[in-house]
Nanobody
Framework: DVQLQASGGGLVQAGGSLRLSCAAS????????ISWFRQAPGKEREGVSC????????DYTDSVKGRFTISSDNAKNTVYLQMNSLKPEDTAVYYC?????????????WGKGTLVTVSS
């Protein structure tokens, strides 16, 4: 069975840090790009960051550039999202997803989310 397990969410004060993990299983991790999305209450889901397991290339939405860092441990089939200098507007449920081949392609698999709450 394909699984994407996101973890690491929690409550943090503004300016603080969290590291999210996305543990993948059931598919060939090295062939996929792993993305982080988030959805805040009352808002549409948005893409946050993506990493290609093939070549390590990364991409970020403008609002998190310089604050968030995505990385991949292919030996552990796990992708991390290091979130620093968190802001209240980063509060959302964060999901990881996998797309075969490229960050630009439609997501094939989705995991359940992990809640990040940033207090002011």
């Amino acid at each position: 069975d394909v699984q994407l397990q996101a973890s690491g969410g929690g409550l943090v004060q503004a300016g603080g840090s969290l590291r999210l993990s996305c543990a993948a299983s059931g598919f060939t991790f090295d062939d996929y790009a792993i993305s982080w999305f988030r959805q805040a209450p009352g808002k549409e889901r948005e893409g946050v960051s993506c990493i290609s397991s093939r070549d390590g290339s990364t991409d970020y939405t403008d609002s998190v550039k310089g604050r968030f860092t995505i990385s991949s441990d292919n030996a552990k089939n796990t992708v991390y999202l290091q979130m620093n200098s968190l802001k209240p507007e980063d509060t959302a449920v964060y999901y990881c997803a996998a797309a075969l081949g490229s960050c630009l392609y439609t997501m094939d698999y989705w995991g359940k989310g992990t809640l990040v709450t940033v207090s002011s």
